[in-house]
């Protein structure tokens, strides 16, 4: 029921290095590979058309220092509070033996106990620091085992030395963990995006294995790519400030203030001319609208509004991985209607009809220009509710 050619799209977006031949390579020089090997792009987009949590595992920093990496190893323990759980299943709890594994670790490295000083500009990456999350409503202890499990698969065997935790004392639980760069052989781990990326895919597949219903797929397979995305166009511009008459409304009226507030202060002292030629100037401030500023008024901002470069992009964009959802659904009802099985051709079905829904919710997402639009509509809304209940009063 799939075509290779809905691969397409997704497979070909940017993410990573290419290599000579086109094809995504990561750290190493090998090609890029999702851990599921065979699955199929049907697989993922009906992960994606259902909207399952994405898990989160971002490094928050690299230690270069034993004594930092202490501190945050002591952070990660709540300071004692919590125990800590190595690669080989062992819980440790001393101080002396955090310290002396830091200190094992840092040599290995070539780097020392204290953090290096501004002067050095190329420092050593000693350790990983990065957070595992699967979402808010998870099981704690699935959340344990597919944080082990992940991490004796893709580090443990290959001798890396590491240390994790699992925070429950907040909102959403999470797994801390402090990585050893240096392997069992003195090499030395790269953590390009790619490779990155492909630990969470790892991470996600064992957590499903483990009952966490998540994905790991990107932005840009689900059609809400950055709003600046050197791989959708071609413009590396910033955004630039956009503002609105109100915004530039209460701007003149506080720079109005100021300047009455210093004549008042010049009037005081006993300057009577500086006092005047302040009070002149705050006289003279005007709105005009011909001016650079106020070119971009509600009016422009509304769903008809000539969009920026970047966002005709994502618009584009966002059509595109529609298009592929539709074209999935349609070929899912086509095979639908020759399977004799009632149930598993309504299981087909109920996969065409999300997909379809989806592809239709990635097309109708406002950008950010309408966003705001409708954020001051609505604030223009409570101000005239406000102005008519005074008036009433």
Known sequence: MTDERDDELLRDQPHGRKGRSGRLIGSGGKHYR??????????RNLRIAQRRPQVVLKITRYGHGGAKILDHIHYVQRHGKLTLEDENG?????????????????????????EPGPEIT????????????????????????SAREFLAERFGKEGHEYLFARHDDTKQPHV?????????????????????????????EIARANGIEVDASRAWERGKAPTRSRGLMKYGAPRPTRWTKEQIRRGLAARKERLLSDAALASARGDRERAQALKTKAAGLRMRTDDK????????????????????????????????????????????????DQARRDQVKGAATR???Y?????????????????LQQRQGRDIDRDSSDIDR
């Open 355 to 357: 997909l379809r829904a």
């Open 122 to 145: 190329r420092k050593r990456r000693v350790t990983a620091h990065f957070i595992l999350d699967a979402g808010e409503d998870v099981d704690r202890d699935a959340l344990r085992k």
């Open 176 to 204: 801390h963990v402090v990585l050893n760069m240096m392997d069992g052989q003195g090499r030395r781990l790269h953590t390009s995006v790619a490779e990155v990326q492909r630990w969470r895919e790892q991470f996600a």
């Open 90 to 114: 062992e819980q440790i709890e001393d101080p002396r033996e955090l310290r002396r594994r830091v200190k094992l670790w840092t040599e290995q490295a070539g780097a020392t106990m204290e």
């Open 34 to 43: 999702r851990p599921g090997g065979a699955e199929s792009t049907l697989a």
């Open 293 to 340: 500023l106020v070119r971009h008024t509600v009016a422009e901002r509304r769903g008809d509004a000539t969009k920026t470069p970047w966002e005709r992009a994502r618009a584009d964009h966002a059509r595109r991985v529609a298009l592929v959802f539709q074209a999935q659904a349609d070929r899912l009802e086509a095979a639908g209607k020759g399977i004799q």
């Open 359 to 375: 592809a239709n919710d990635v097309q109708a997402t406002p950008t950010r220009s309408q966003k705001v639009a409708e954020k």
